[in-house]
């Protein structure tokens, strides 16, 4: 009986093997082979721990070429059986017999690698890839396949641009902007609207690889400044400046972004109106600075700190601010005037002025200002002296007033730590 039992063991065990021997190549594709080792065994080379021995499998895999890509393809939709799963469960759990079984995801992984190193040899298999795109697991090395096959695959991708899966529509974007054909611009423009936010950043950021359209893209992108999203408001802006002098026409609306309730969108289109001219964006900011709005008031004296050493022309302007009626003003003038670090004859009396300021955030902030003019600010330390000792309590603003005092006047900042 257990001679009969074991037999009826071995049939089963062997014929799940041949089960799986036959599921593993359905489509009847031919395996192609160069030196005497089929495709699968130069594929399994790829993950071994030699550097050459991973150089020698990519190279057969380059030399068995186009014929490569049926089977490539066939393996890119491996689907294991329930039956095939569980077996293969089996026999891992066993320690008699090393099988070398590939779930599906392997078999998958191993086709796109197969395809990522043909490259250009690997057109046969654009279809297969684009179809890929929609998926969340392989649609990202789907689509740097698409880019390494080079060009040919431009057609596909701006097909997938329309896909009603959002997921495809944004690998495609990002592989149109890598491959750069000038010829994709106009897909990726009527894109701009997508409903999906990620979706139009992935388009922007496409879009940054074709200066040389600016004329059409400048003012598609400018209608795009309004989008309800803050990430797509910045990642437009910032391309907008990318562009420099060719986006003028986004100035007046990038202008009106400064003054936000976003403080990133803020920053990103005062850096692009820096980029697209420098000048007119400080003439602009220091006669906003005397607006009656204090909401521009405010959001200027923010912005005039990315101008840094650029922005002297602004100074004046600044400490005329630090007597603003408006605390929020006179603390982003002197972060501001810290930042540009120019005339410190014109800035430092007026900063030092603002350390019997009401306020103990503007008095603060203007004492860790007032370091970034060293020595040059020596007669405020005696005020900055006991701004320290009334932030005792606090830590972390004590450590910034301290390291103030240090690069103005290292021995009193000494002599005080000594305490």
């Known amino acids: 009986m257990k001679k009969l039992w074991l037999a009826v063991g071995l049939i089963a065990f062997l014929s799940g093997l041949i089960v799986i021997a036959l599921v593993a190549n359905p489509g009847g594709t031919r395996e192609p082979e160069y030196h005497g080792r089929r495709l699968t065994r130069w594929l399994d080379d790829l993950d071994e721990p030699s550097a050459l021995t991973q150089t020698n499998a990519a190279l057969a ?20 059986s329930h039956f095939k799963r569980r077996y293969m469960d089996l026999l ?73 899966n959002e997921h495809a529509r944004y690998e495609a974007a990002q592989a149109l902007g890598a491959l750069g054909e000038p010829s994709s611009v106009s897909n990726l423009l009527m894109v701009l609207k997508d409903p999906d936010w990620m979706t139009r950043i992935s388009v922007v950021m496409a879009l940054e690889r074709f200066p040389k359209q600016a004329n059409v893209i400048v003012p598609a992108l400018t209608n795009c400044l309004d989008d309800p999203n803050y990430e797509v408001q910045g990642n437009v802006a910032r391309l907008l400046g990318s562009f420099g002098p060719d986006a003028m026409a986004a100035f007046p609306k990038l202008l009106e972004m400064v003054v936000g309730t ?21 003439a602009t900011f220091t006669n906003n600075l005397k607006s009656p709005d204090v909401n521009v008031r405010r959001s200027t004296a923010w912005a005039a700190r990315y101008f840094q050493s650029e922005g002297e022309p602004a100074v004046p302007f600044l400490v005329k601010c630090l007597k603003d009626s ?34 103990p955030e503007v008095r603060d902030v203007t004492a860790i200002a007032l370091g970034g003019f060293g020595a040059r600010a020596k007669p405020a330390v005696p005020q900055i002296l006991k701004i320290i000792e009334e932030n005792k309590g606090d830590e972390l603003r004590a450590e910034g007033l301290y390291n103030a005092l240090r690069d103005i006047d290292p021995q009193a900042a000494a002599k005080l730590n000594g305490k």
């Open 262 to 282: 976003n403080y990133q969108v803020s920053e990103a289109a005062t850096l692009a109106l820096m980029e697209i001219d420098f000048d007119r964006t400080v």
């Open 61 to 80: 895999i380059r030399q068995i070429g186009t014929n490569a890509v049926p089977f490539l393809v066939q393996m890119l939709y491996t689907k294991d």
């Open 326 to 359: 408006d605390t929020k003003v006179r603390e982003y003038a002197a972060v501001a005037l810290r930042e540009i670090a120019a005339d410190p004859d014109l800035v430092v009396p007026g900063l030092i002025a603002n350390l019997d300021d009401p306020d």
């Open 92 to 164: 891992g759990r066993q320690h008699w017999i090393d099988f070398h079984f590939h779930y599906d995801f392997d078999v998958r992984a191993r086709g796109m690698q197969g395809l990522i190193i043909l490259g250009p040899d690997a057109k046969g298999a654009i279809p297969a890839l684009a179809s890929l795109l929609s998926n969340l697991a392989d649609g990202n090395t789907a689509a740097f396949a698409l880019i390494l096959i080079g060009p040919s695959s431009v057609p596909a991708l701006e097909i997938a641009l329309t896909n009603s």
